[in-house]
């Protein structure tokens, strides 16, 4: 089924190490996010991307990285986990009526 | 600041009653809204859209009514369903041609059988 994956669905971290989360679309959108989840808070935008190549800032990128080698990738990498990423993660692409498809999640814990 | 406000973070209404959802928004280039539901453990799936050219849009069940002079947008779900019961966010976007949808905090509907 076209859509967007996630994976991991789950990880635990210790504080410090390092991790990817890597989301991929098959449906040839240019337009790529990722966003977190606090409980009782709503979607906030870290990164985006219009296009392979380009990649831009969103509301909280403090802490992340990303980048878009292809149309169909957009991995997100935390460098350095801190208890204060411990988040659902959510990666989506824009439909070609303006509307965000939303992957199933990654739910990060950081200890 | 949040641009995009839900005030009221939950719902609870007898099935077959209208469920009423409210959106307050505070940036006046906002001009595309979207309403997602989302159940648990599952990412948030789209329901229906409004372009601020327009003041109603209507998709089965589910109305969204917008009010660009009070910044404020609800949406209606008639009959409302115990299957309904979700969290709903609104989301907003200015015509950059970004996308950069700014998310509201999210109400949780409960329909009560």
């Known amino acids: 089924n076209a859509g967007v994956t996630q994976t991991p669905k789950f990880r635990i971290l210790k504080i410090g190490q390092s991790m990817t989360l890597q989301c991929a679309q098959d449906m040839n959108h240019n337009y790529m996010y990722w966003y977190r989840q606090d409980p009782g808070m709503g979607l906030k935008l870290i990164y985006y991307?219009?296009?392979?190549?380009?990649?831009d800032k969103g509301e909280v990128p403090n802490g992340y990285n990303v980048s878009r080698s292809t149309t169909e990738d957009f991995p997100l990498r935390l460098e350095l986990a801190a208890p204060s990423q411990t988040s659902v993660y959510f990666c989506?692409?824009?439909?070609?009526?303006?509307?965000?498809?939303f992957g199933e999640g990654s739910r990060l814990t950081v200890l | 600041d949040q641009q995009v406000k839900q005030n009221s973070p939950s719902l609870s209404v007898q099935e077959g009653r209208i469920s009423i959802l409210n959106c307050d928004y505070t940036?006046?280039?906002?001009?595309?809204f979207l309403w997602y539901k989302k159940y648990p453990a599952e990412g948030p799936t789209f329901l229906i859209s409004i372009s601020s050219i327009k003041d109603k849009n209507e998709d089965g069940r589910f109305t969204v009514f917008l009010n660009k002079s009070a910044k404020h947008l609800s949406l209606h779900i008639v009959p409302s369903q115990p299957g309904d019961s979700a969290v709903y966010f609104c989301?907003?976007?200015?015509?950059?041609?970004?996308?950069?949808?700014?998310f509201g905090t999210g109400t949780r509907l409960k329909v009560l059988a």
């Open positions: 989506a692409s824009v439909t070609n009526t303006g509307e965000l498809f």
């Open positions: 989301a907003a976007s200015a015509a950059s041609g970004t996308y950069k949808y700014i």
């Open positions: 991307s219009v296009g392979a190549g380009i990649t």
């Open positions: 940036n006046s280039m906002f001009d595309y």
